[in-house]
């Protein structure tokens, strides 16, 4: 099974994450920077991560690659999604552009997989929840960079059981 990550980063921490999802999902890690359509569409499972920027906005490279990211047709195809944010200095939009993402991808067909619990942040407000969960998996390396590893390890778990081509070779 073909794996995409595709990510924007402003400081590296996206990236280092990227890099970490990738690994254990045997995957190809893509800067949004760089990304194209074909990166989007060419793989079986696509996973988009993107940092909260201020108050609740898209990192940089991010806003023109919704201009990509806009043209593709998920229609049934699996989307997971990774998000970092704050959630002591921006308690009211953590994690917002996990979200904002998300509402693209499925306006688009996509099906999004890998929510994670709430539990264990401690915030006001997230467009990245829905249902009560958070639509992808969310990393606060400011406040629980700790806790990285674990999610991450939980997280790509909960992706191979949902996706069990992700632990067959082919």
Do not use: H
């Amino acid at each position: 099974m073909k794996v995409t990550v595709i990510y924007g980063t402003d400081n590296g921490n996206t990236r280092n994450i990227a890099e970490q999802v990738a690994a254990q999902m045997d995957g190809r890690v893509v800067e949004i920077s760089t990304a194209t359509k074909a990166d989007f569409e060419e793989c079986d499972l696509l996973v988009l991560g993107t940092p909260t920027s201020g108050y609740g906005d898209l990192q940089a490279d991010w806003e023109s690659g919704m201009k990509v990211l806009t043209q593709v047709d998920f229609a049934g195809r699996p989307v997971a999604l990774f998000g970092l944010g704050d959630q002591i200095t921006y308690a009211d939009t953590f994690a917002d552009a996990m979200g904002e993402i998300y509402e693209v991808v499925t306006e688009k067909g996509a099906e999004v997989i890998g929510s994670t619990a709430k539990e264990g942040y401690d915030f006001f407000s997230s467009r990245a929840l829905v249902e009560d969960v958070f639509v992808g998996l969310v990393v606060d390396e400011d406040n629980q960079s700790e806790m990285t590893e674990g999610r991450i390890a939980a997280w790509v778990t909960a992706l191979k059981e949902r996706v069990p081509q992700l632990t067959t070779e082919g």
